[in-house]
């Protein structure tokens, strides 16, 4: 199995990407996971993307589609991947299309959850990550158990630099500009499968699973 999420920031693509991957028993590949590590530990890539990531822009194409080329060839992936966040352009859907092309592979779905902007606004206002683990909380509406502390690795929880207000505007608007023709490329192939990011979290992640039931051990 070979998904990918596609949605505005904030939707809660990453948040039901994880889910998925353990029912599935499939590795989550995050590129913003990637890219932060990536300028945490002062690569190459990192040096080149933390320009565009603290803008709000996206990382230009051929960087990410390198990595991700690098990232698919490695050894969980051979039974199948759950994307968050790849593609995001037109041109990254035709890199992955001509990579998996010549595997003689193909993506299975590609699930668009989408919520209207001042909700990601909302979401994005109060996500709060853990700068040890990278889990992700909510302050309303997946709070920790105790206040700015993970509740897997009992380290802090923190803002990312780019939830805040100017940079999400710019990513929002960068999404609906770059993003947002994926949303065709996709259905134009029959892949895409419309969810509806508004409901809460639970209630997306069963959506979600209806479409694969096919394939989750019950
Ligand atoms: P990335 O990290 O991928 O950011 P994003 O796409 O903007 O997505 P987010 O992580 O912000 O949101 P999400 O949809 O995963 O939501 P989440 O589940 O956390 O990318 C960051 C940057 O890296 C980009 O701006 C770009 O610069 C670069 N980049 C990455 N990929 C790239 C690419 N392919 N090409 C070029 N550049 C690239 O949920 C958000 C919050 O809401 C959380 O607090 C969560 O608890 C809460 N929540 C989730 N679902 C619900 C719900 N149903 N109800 C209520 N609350 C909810």
Known sequence: ??????????????????????????????????????????????????????????????????????????????????????????AQGQALDKVLHEHGQALDKVIFVNAPDDVLVKRLSGRRTCSECGAVFHVDTLPPKVDGICDNCQ?????????????????????????????????DQGLLIDIPGERDIDEVQSMIEEQFSGTIAT
Request: proline share 5%; charged share 35%; hydrophobic share 40%.
């Open 1 to 90: 199995m070979r998904a990918a999420f596609l949605g505005p920031p904030g939707v809660g693509k990453g948040t039901q990407a994880v889910r998925l991957g353990d029912k599935l028993g499939l590795v989550h590949i995050c590129t913003g996971d990637i890219l932060r590590q990536a300028v945490a530990e002062k690569t190459e890539v990192g040096l080149e993307a933390k320009r565009y990531m603290d803008a709000g822009d996206l990382v230009p194409d051929e960087v990410v589609v390198r990595v991700m080329e690098e990232r698919l060839e490695r050894a969980d992936c051979t039974r199948g991947y759950i994307l968050d966040g790849f593609p995001r352009t037109v």
């Open 155 to 187: 380290k802090p929880l923190v803002l990312r630099d780019d939830d805040r207000a100017e940079t999400v505007r710019e990513r929002l608007r960068v999404y609906h500009n770059m993003t947002a023709p994926l949303i065709d490329y996709y259905r």
